[in-house]
């Protein structure tokens, strides 16, 4: 039932995911460095049992090929990862399936050892509309405090589940 789940909810991601977002950066300083994710391909998908989200996680070039590749210890610096996160819904007329409800965010973490050596090299931000915004100092400690448990997977959550 659990890998079945899990093979729905990858195959519901990288049909709604295109569809879904609709993010333009253009605006935003940090777009060009990272650009946007309406067109990145899907890493893997989870559902988050406390805050009740479905979640499909993309990937830039970097971060896919990374994985493609099985080179994610460490992720390679210019990986960007996207959680995209919906609240849960049960489907209206299949009640054992989860579907995604309404959107509740877009948020990211950006690999550059360099430039962020106080958080494992990642930097954490979310989309505002369509531009990518990094987190202060106090949202950054926050997410970083949570990854820390990750530490041994280069601090991401992420299993990539296509490769």
Excluded at 49 to 72: E, F, H, M, P, W
Excluded at 91 to 103: D, K, M, S, T, Y
Excluded at 104 to 121: L, V
């Amino acid at each position: 039932m659990q890998k079945t789940y899990l093979a729905g909810l990858i195959v519901l991601s990288t049909f709604l995911s295109p569809a879904l977002v609709n993010a333009e950066t253009a605006s935003h300083p940090e777009q060009a460095l990272h650009g946007s994710y309406k067109d990145w391909r899907v890493l893997g998908v989870s559902h988050r049992l406390d805050k009740k989200y479905v979640r499909a996680i993309l990937g830039n070039d970097i971060a896919i090929n990374a994985a493609r590749s099985g080179k994610t210890q460490p992720w390679p610096d210019g990986t960007v990862i996207a959680k995209l996160s919906w609240k849960e819904q049960t489907h209206p007329r299949w009640p054992q399936a989860v579907i995604p409800g309404e959107f509740a965010g877009a948020e990211a973490i950006i690999k550059d050892s360099k430039k962020y050596p106080e958080t494992g090299g990642w930097a954490f931000g979310h989309w505002e509309g369509g531009n990518l915004v990094i987190n202060d100092k106090e949202k950054t400690a926050t997410c970083f405090a949570c990854h820390t448990i990750m530490k041994d997977h280069d601090y991401v959550f992420t299993e990539p589940a296509l490769q």
